[in-house]
């Protein structure tokens, strides 16, 4: 890969719509099929290279927060965990996971801001999106997103 994979930490755009979720119909309410299952055989699932729906990564993340009122009015701050999505020269927007945490900060840097999770959950909530996973992918070399300067930066502005 000679194009390097940058951050797009700054596409990032908040949840402003709070409103109730729409009405299901009895045929939506089936479970949603996850994208995982496109590349595993579904016969065979211990096949050799399918990483199992459960398989712990570490994930490029930073915590954020929503401003918001409480029922009471009192003005609060909710906070969630929001994934890095890359952009990736062939696959478009792209999650990107590593097996081990070595592996994300050989790849990062060691001031990269990650959370553990399972891929499987990662793959739906991020394929909801339309954004795939991209597990243990070889970085370009280059400056990192995330230098410690910027880490401790972020640290007191979300404290």
Request: without cysteine; aromatic residues 6%; charged residues 20%.
């Amino acid at each position: 890969m000679g194009t390097p994979i940058r951050s797009r930490l700054l596409d990032y755009v908040e949840p402003t719509d709070r409103a109730a979720p729409p009405a299901v119909s009895a045929q939506a309410q089936e479970p949603r099929r996850s994208r995982l299952l496109d590349y595993v055989d579904v016969e065979r699932p211990g096949r050799p290279g399918s990483p199992a729906y459960h398989t712990p990564v570490f994930v490029p993340a930073h915590l954020r927060h929503l401003d918001t009122d409480d029922a009471s009015g009192t003005p609060t701050r909710i906070p969630f965990i929001a994934y890095e999505l890359f952009a990736h020269p062939t696959d478009g927007t792209v999650a990107l996971a590593f097996t081990t945490l070595g592996r994300l900060v050989a790849a990062l840097g060691e001031a990269q801001p990650w959370v553990a999770t399972s891929l499987g959950p990662l793959a739906e909530g991020v394929g909801e999106l339309g954004v795939t996973v991209r597990l243990d992918p070889r970085i370009a070399p280059g400056p990192p997103n995330w230098r410690p300067a910027d880490l401790a930066a972020y640290a007191r502005e979300v404290a």
